[in-house]
């Protein structure tokens, strides 16, 4: 099936450094991706969604000068924390909709993110 | 607005007993429904399914029917294993294909 590649898998950074977080499609194209975060023992939360080509839709309360998101292709979308803080530590996904197949939605393994 | 309401966790069986973990939707529209499960440590795994009323989705002995009356999409299992400890998510999908996740909840099952 339909398979989304993200990394790093875990990530490790000091206070007010940047963190870069890919997601690739690896054999369809992804018009639009979705990220989500989630805090420990909690649900996930959307945080914003990916077009191709244009600018990010980040939900409201989400910070988008912080949480920044770039769909530069129709196979890669990057999200990149900026100045990040230990609050930022979390669990983030991203996801595709697949338009051909069984999934329909395709999620990545998630990366962890662990602000020092 | 749109949302999901799931039953709060933990559940703790013991291998083979039955399995029920209830989740509701707000009857705004006709979202699909579907059953994520996040093993420790992985992100989600689509489990199953069901894009219109009164289709039963289904996958490695779990189940879970659309009820469009009752706005609710109950996964069931009828003898879980120790393999089948992880959090389950409940999530309809609405228009401008957003998830809303349910809060999860997390299945222990002793052996």
């Known amino acids: 099936g339909a398979v989304v590649s993200q990394h790093p898998s875990w990530v490790i950074c000091k206070s007010g450094t940047s963190v870069k977080i890919e997601c690739r499609s690896l054999?369809?194209?992804?018009?639009?991706m979705f990220w989500y975060r989630q805090f420990p023992k909690q649900s996930l939360m959307l945080m914003a969604t990916?077009?191709?080509?244009?600018?990010?839709?980040?939900e409201q309360g989400v910070e988008k000068d912080k949480f920044l998101i770039n769909h530069a292709s129709l196979t890669l979308s990057t999200l990149t924390v900026t100045s990040a803080h230990p609050e930022d530590s979390s669990f983030y996904i991203c996801?595709?909709?697949?338009?051909?197949?069984?999934?329909?939605?395709?999620f990545g393994s998630g990366t962890r993110l662990t602000v020092v | 607005g749109d949302s999901v309401t799931q039953m709060e966790g933990p559940v703790t069986l013991s291998e083979e007993a039955f399995l029920t973990i209830n989740c509701t939707y707000t009857?705004?529209?006709?979202?699909?429904l579907f059953w994520y499960v996040q093993y420790p440590g992985e992100g989600l795994q689509l489990l199953l399914k069901?894009?219109?009323?009164?289709d039963k989705g289904s996958n490695k002995g779990f189940e879970a029917t659309y009820r469009k009356e009752t706005t609710s999409f109950h996964l069931e299992k009828g003898s879980v294993q120790v393999s089948d400890s992880a959090v389950y998510f409940c999530?309809?999908?609405?228009?401008?294909?957003?998830?809303?996740f349910g809060s999860g909840t997390k299945l222990n099952v002793k052996p």
């Open positions: 996801s595709a909709r697949v338009l051909t197949g069984e999934d329909g939605y395709t």
């Open positions: 054999d369809f194209q992804a018009t639009t």
């Open positions: 990916s077009n191709e080509g244009s600018k990010a839709t980040y």
């Open positions: 009857a705004t529209g006709y979202p699909s």
């Open positions: 069901a894009t219109k009323a009164d």
């Open positions: 999530a309809p999908i609405y228009n401008f294909n957003k998830f809303y």
